[in-house]
């Protein structure tokens, strides 16, 4: 076994000495564990391995880091299920757990036998209550091990653009404000100082620097939920500081750097100036369909939010697929043409309930329409004979399928799996060029059931800032299950097809991929995003999202 492959159960063993004639007892084992600033992605493979493995987590943040953990554990197990997550941050009548009580906590879930996670904000070790519950386990004859995280006091600056050393500023102190009694007078020199404060308490704090001997005019950049795709910077000066930050609650937790430091975050912004960031992104496809979808969008800073449209079937005559997946086997075809993930998916089905496998496709040729539907026939052990040279599309493949060839090709039929609504282009061009196509209804796809209330109201009222739509189907669908969006969100169409059904449901097309992809379609996306961007920042204006910003309805394509 890998010990550092993620999902992978760990066994604590106590050894007993030879001489013992005792039966080996085991017990717990705690984990203190760095969650990191609030970015899942900097959360260390070693913490996420413990995730994995543990019997229970505790934490205080116990909404946010339910679903860091559920995320965790379905990505490398498949499934949620068998931990604990326990609530370290009040007792069960509401009140405030003590660091004392929370040591206890830990300590009794571990003396039960249980492999525990201590789940901590940032570093167990740094600002946290790390190292009194390890003392706690220590005295308790608890054997612990403590997992670093990324600090907010390093990660935050750095997500907003702001180196805390440089070649010529090599000197930083952390200053946690909530401490009392702070003596700000050896504060009062040139060093970079980085303060985790509350944003209500910066500006006595700048008076203090001020009076300590800092200039007015020292920059400070002050930033809240720091590392997500809600992250907010202000830059001010100590003088300003305090009128400047207006806009944030007094109670919420910041992180801000004062110093000439600050002056670099101008050129070396690489967060907040991403092209999509913060922006809320419909996109109407499963979680399975969507996810590489996802992960471009979030790559470009952008909140993706799957809703399906569509629920894959059976068909409702599986006899048709029965004398197909016989015919094949019995050598009736040339070739079988995949045209999605989906056929794939059900003709390996029906192979299943059969007992076949890969070796049913002997001296078959193998097509498939693109790059993801050919992956889906590689994983079955089989290389297509033919994928698109050009566009990935049936139009695609038929500019590369080579006519009937009496001399060349024993046999004239082609199997073409597909979905029961799919169009007759494909068929039509093979018929052209001498094949006979057994058509067959692989699975059948249907409206899926409406979204949660709340999304169809995020929709309708403008909440998105942009959809993405990847089929002329998920147009249709996500109008007859949701409602139109809002005039004020960004509609994005795979192609010229799909762009005309939006326009048809009277939405105004705003981007138009260049080639029929979901990458592609994310990447002109992004270009819209980072165009409008600079649009705003020309004009003089904040840059706002376009859920932020009301445009007039929009009227129906004539």
């Excluded at 949620?80 to 405030?96: E, F, L």
């Excluded at 800092?214 to 000066?237: F, K």
């Excluded at 609504?421 to 006979?436: Q, R």
Aim: charged letters at 20%; glycine letters at 8%; one cysteine or more.
């Amino acid at each position: 076994m890998n010990p550092h492959s993620l999902g992978q159960s760990r066994e604590n063993k106590v050894v007993t000495p030879r001489s013992s004639t005792g039966p080996v007892r085991t017990s717990g084992h705690v984990s203190f564990v760095g969650a990191g600033p609030g970015d899942p992605g900097l959360l260390t493979v070693r913490a996420a391995e413990l995730l994995c493995s543990a019997d229970v987590v505790i934490t205080e943040l116990h909404d946010q880091h339910t679903e860091l953990i559920r995320e965790v554990r379905a990505s490398a197990n498949g499934t949620t299920t068998d931990v604990q997550i326990v609530d370290g941050g009040s007792a069960d009548d509401g009140a405030t757990l003590t660091h004392a009580a929370r040591a206890k906590l830990v300590v009794r879930y571990a003396k039960g036998g249980s492999r525990v996670v201590r789940l901590l904000a940032g570093d167990p070790f740094t600002y946290g209550t790390g190292p009194e519950e390890a003392q706690a386990c220590r005295k308790a004859g608890v054997d612990f091990e403590v997992v670093p995280g990324i600090s907010a006091a390093t990660a935050v600056p750095t997500y907003a653009g702001v180196p805390l050393t440089t070649r010529h500023r090599r000197e930083m102190v952390v200053v946690r404000v909530a401490d009392t009694k702070i003596d700000w007078s050896a504060y009062g020199g040139d060093q970079t100082l980085v303060l985790l404060s509350n944003a209500g308490r910066l500006a006595d704090v700048a008076q203090a620097l001020v009076a300590a001997g800092r200039s007015e005019q020292t920059p400070i950049a002050m930033t809240s939920v720091g590392t997500t795709t809600e992250q907010s910077t202000v830059v001010s000066t100590l003088a300003r500081i305090g009128a400047d930050s207006r806009g944030v609650a007094r109670a919420t937790s910041v992180v801000a750097v004062v110093g000439g430091v600050v002056d670099l975050r101008e050129m070396l912004s690489w967060f907040e100036t991403k092209p999509l960031f913060g922006w809320r992104v419909l996109v109407p496809r499963t979680k399975e369909q969507s996810a590489e979808l996802s992960s471009q969008l979030r790559s470009f800073g952008a909140v993706p939010e799957e809703v399906p449209t569509i629920s894959v079937e059976p068909p409702r005559n599986p006899q048709q697929m029965d004398k197909a997946v016989r015919g094949l086997v019995e050598g009736r075809y040339e070739w079988v043409a995949f045209t999605s993930v989906n056929a794939v998916k059900a003709v390996r089905e029906k192979f299943d309930e059969y007992g076949l496998d890969a070796r049913a496709f002997s001296g078959l040729k193998v097509a498939a329409v693109g790059e993801k539907t050919a992956e889906a026939v590689a994983t079955w052990g089989i290389r297509p004979d033919l994928v698109p040279s050009g566009e990935q599309s049936a139009r695609g493949l038929l500019e590369d399928w080579p006519p009937f060839d009496e001399v060349l090709d024993p046999i004239n039929r082609v199997f073409l799996p597909r979905a029961d609504i799919a169009t007759e282009t494909l068929v039509a061009g093979l018929v052209k060029l001498g094949w006979e196509v057994d058509d067959v209804t692989a699975y059948r796809t249907v409206r899926a059931a409406p979204p949660p209330a709340p999304t169809r109201e995020a929709i309708k009222s403008g909440k998105f800032d942009a959809v993405l739509f990847t089929s002329s189907s998920t147009v249709r669908n996500l109008v007859g299950i949701a409602g139109k969006p809002h005039a004020a969100t960004v509609i994005a169409c795979i192609g010229p097809a799909t762009a005309k059904t939006a326009q048809e449901h009277g939405l105004r097309v705003d981007v138009l991929s260049g080639a029929p992809s979901a990458p592609a379609l994310v990447a002109a996306l992004a270009e819209f995003g980072l165009q409008r961007r600079e649009a705003l920042l020309d004009a003089g204006e904040t840059v706002t999202k376009p859920s932020e910003r009301r445009a007039p309805p929009r009227r129906p394509a004539t």
